[in-house]
């Protein structure tokens, strides 16, 4: 079976720190993905990585940037975090377009 | 710009009771659409992947259908186990690109 971790389920920071947001894959999938989910947004696409060291933008990737320097490994980091990224944030990998992908358990994050 | 609207917003039934949950799509070329179920709290876990109208894939208590326009998640003799929220996605065909647009998702309440 597919394993996705991320590194913390709940999270509490302070306006303007640094976070960083964990996810491992176990499945040497080549894509990986981070989201974040909302109440009546649904699930939108922050960063998106197809291999080692690239990274695209999302939708919504303003307020963050992402971090794959080893292949099962896909970092989230908020520069500067704000109230506005309270939210749950969902890592996904998958093997390729076509291919399913497996979500995390997700991290609810909550910025005061 | 991919378009997914999934209806009704919320669906409560009675154990027993069949539906369906809609997905219609815009995708300019159609490589799959995705149905996920989550639980509160948890992250998506993937049920189906339909690739052509006329595709029809089943489990358990499950059966996803798929058109040129819309899928439909049918629902036989529901129990209260299968409360949950259902999320559909496309993929568009473009090269490696397997990024994915999520609709907000239906929220299934099926009561004892």
């Known amino acids: 079976d597919v394993k996705v971790t991320q590194s913390s389920r709940y999270l509490v920071k302070r306006t303007g720190e640094k976070v960083f947001l964990e996810c491992v894959q176990d499945m040497d999938h080549e894509n990986m993905f981070w989201y974040r989910q909302d109440p009546g947004l649904g699930l939108r696409l922050i960063y998106f990585s197809y291999d080692v060291k690239m990274k695209e933008k999302g939708d919504i990737p303003e307020g963050y940037s992402v971090s794959r320097e080893k292949k099962e490994r896909f970092s989230l980091i908020l520069e500067s975090a704000s109230t506005n990224q309270t939210s749950m944030y969902l890592c996904?990998?998958?093997?390729?377009?076509?291919?399913?992908?497996?979500f995390g358990p997700g991290t609810r994050l909550t910025v005061t | 710009e991919d378009q997914v609207t999934q209806s009704p917003e919320a669906l409560r039934l009675q154990e027993g009771e069949s539906s369906s949950l809609n997905c219609s799509y815009t995708?300019?070329?159609?490589?799959?659409l995705f149905w996920y179920r989550q639980d509160p709290g948890k992250g998506p876990e993937f049920l189906f992947t339909?690739?052509?109208a006329g595709e029809e894939k089943e489990k358990e208590r499950l059966k996803a259908t798929l058109t040129k326009k819309e899928s439909f998640l049918h629902i036989t003799a529901p129990k209260p186990e299968d409360s949950a929220t259902y999320l559909c996605a496309v993929q568009r065909h473009t090269g490696a690109n397997s990024k994915l647009t999520f609709g907000k998702g239906i929220t299934l309440s099926v009561r004892p």
């Open positions: 339909l690739y052509s």
């Open positions: 996904a990998s998958t093997l390729g377009a076509s291919y399913e992908q497996y």
């Open positions: 995708v300019s070329g159609l490589r799959g």
